[in-house]
């Protein structure tokens, strides 16, 4: 593979850009392989990159039913941010923040990722207390955040207004070291240095069966036929139950549809990234001037990847209060991708009951954000089959003993 | 958009009239049961691609719950049933199977 740089810029420049080499292969899949993951969206690419970078493992298969991060990665607001209550969710989110920051230089590709600042607001005397615990809590887990005033607010982002009628702006918890990244470049970038690892992406191959014998997993059948493995990882996020189905077990989740649009582009009028959680919205700008928006769940299980129109009309109008210049934006496009939604809002990096089957999912509304850090403990987990440090507390078994991450709580709808 | 259409009044009305209950006929574990029972009550669910048992409330309407089956993949919706039953009745199977022949009713 030959490096991205100012200096191979140049290089093709002057021969009209005809060096440029494909940025992964697309082989055939082999008979057999150490690791197989299914999906090949930013979670399954970054687990595969760990899988090779910090245990050696190259003999890994990424088969993927669509295209190359087309799922979840290619459909969220890209948020970034580690600002959570509970231990076990603060250190994975924080571990995933932290790899964001060197992310361009290790894979060498441009992720774009912009420290820009993500203030949570907290529009309710009870959010403010919940704010400021959560702070607390930062503070002891090495997380930097602190508690904003109003003014403070109003001075990182001018086109709030702080002082509606039905929810002021009271404060906000502010991280300013969350911030967004080019959600594509985080995908391409992974199966780049894949790729370039020898791993075998392998798109348009759809799993329709898992092959057992005595317990244990031994490969799975696709539409390119049968691949083989020691071992299997399912990173498939909304698919996770069905692929725990084909797989004859079932899991704490349900799937549902969550949504998020942009507005036409405008100049740049905020810099920072916003999340008001009591009234639902979350927006930032992106690059080319778009508003980015969050919208909202659909409360019923749901595959379709498009989502019910009405939360876009309660998304928005929750939005116009708190950034009355909204009123004037047309709106541009709207998308859907189908979450994996678990009983206590916390993901699932564990054990299964099909020996040498692991699974990554759950992550719910949260998953972009998380995408080094849980590819790095899904590495350790498949490389070792036992969870390190990271992935020990998000194990299936914490259902059965009541051992909840109740981030629901802690983090409200805007997960 | 979904559509429902409430067996207890016969309105049909779009998705906002109605609230979403979760997965429906699921069997009751409380003092007793073992733990992996109770983790199944209170967590498990079926969470299917396809043909979905599902709890709803008239909410916006006349207020009562009832039972509908629905595909998940394409929010097709075969019928809606009363909520005072343990189990899909026969009709409400051929119906799904009228449109889903080769789907099977979950053990």
Known sequence: MKRYSLFAIAREAARYHQGWEKAWASPEPKKKYDVVIVGAGGHGLATAFYLGKNFGITNVAIVEKGWLGGGNTGRNTTIIRSNYLQDPSAAIYEKARSLYETMSQDLNYNVMFSPRGVMMLAQTEAEIRGYKRTAQANAYQGVATEFIGPERVKELCPIIRIDGPRYPVLGALWQERGGTARHDAVAWGYARACSDMGMDIIQQCEVTGVTREGGKVTGVETTKGHIGCNKLASVVAGNSGHMANMAGFQLPMESVALQALVSEPIKPCMDVVVMANTVHGYMSQSDKGEMVIGGGTDAFNNYTQRGSFHHIEETVRALIETFPMVSRLKMLRQWGGIVDVTGDRSPIISKTPVGNMFINGGWGTGGFKSIPGSGWAMAELVAKGEPGPLAAEFGLDRFTQGRFIDESVAAGVAH | ?107
């Not at chain 2, 073992?34 to 008239?58: C, I, M, Q």
Request: glycine share 10%; proline share 7%.
């Open chain 2, 1 to 107: 958009m979904l559509t429902l259409e409430c067996p207890c009044c016969g309105v049909r009305g779009e998705e906002t009239e109605f609230h979403g209950g979760g997965e429906a006929h699921l069997k009751r574990f409380g003092p007793g049961s073992s733990d992996a029972e109770f983790e199944t009550y209170l967590f498990t669910r079926e969470n299917p691609k396809g043909v979905n048992f599902e709890r709803w409330r008239h909410a916006n309407g006349c207020g009562k719950w009832f039972h509908a089956a629905r595909c998940t993949m394409t929010l097709e919706v075969f019928a809606t049933y009363s909520a005072q039953t343990y189990e899909p009745p026969a009709d409400v199977i051929a119906a799904i199977k009228a449109k889903r022949p080769e789907w099977e009713m979950p053990a």
